[in-house]
């Protein structure tokens, strides 16, 4: 699965080119992630939506691709029924290529106490969209393990 990623990301940012980092690139993506965050502690599902392109598409773990924000804002709601109420977002690589970017990174999600429910690490392409980074394509996975 994550070789299958690395070889879209090759295709997507055109194989054997030379992949550039705009200056501020990391921080307007790290600024983002935060006003996501931010959204999440307030269990705002269609703030949160709005942080997607207008074809923005979430791909959850164990779960359908969400397609376009009413069902990208679904996905979120089901995270915060489920008991988290508040994400952590850590940038460990990202880089750009026009008006794509992708990031990697690792999430901690986390209850009202400060109890981590789950971790993992993600991938996201990000689109330039009216001058602001947004998330295109999400997909992330659990480090936990499977329920036995």
Known sequence: MAGTVLIALGVLFGSGLAVA?????????????AKFSADFAKGDAAALASHYTATGEA??????IARGHEAIAKVWKGAMDA???????????????????????????????????DSGKYVVIWKREGGE????????NTNMPAPK
């Open 21 to 33: 980092q705009p200056q501020g690139l990391r921080a307007a993506i790290e600024a983002a992630n």
């Open 59 to 64: 791909f959850p773990p164990n779960g359908e």
């Open 83 to 117: 008991g988290i109420k508040a994400i952590k977002l850590t940038t460990v690589e990202v880089a750009s290529r026009g008006d794509l970017a992708y990031e990697v990174g690792t999430y901690a999600a986390m209850d009202g106490g400060g109890k981590t429910l």
């Open 133 to 140: 980074w947004k998330l295109h394509r999400d997909i992330w």
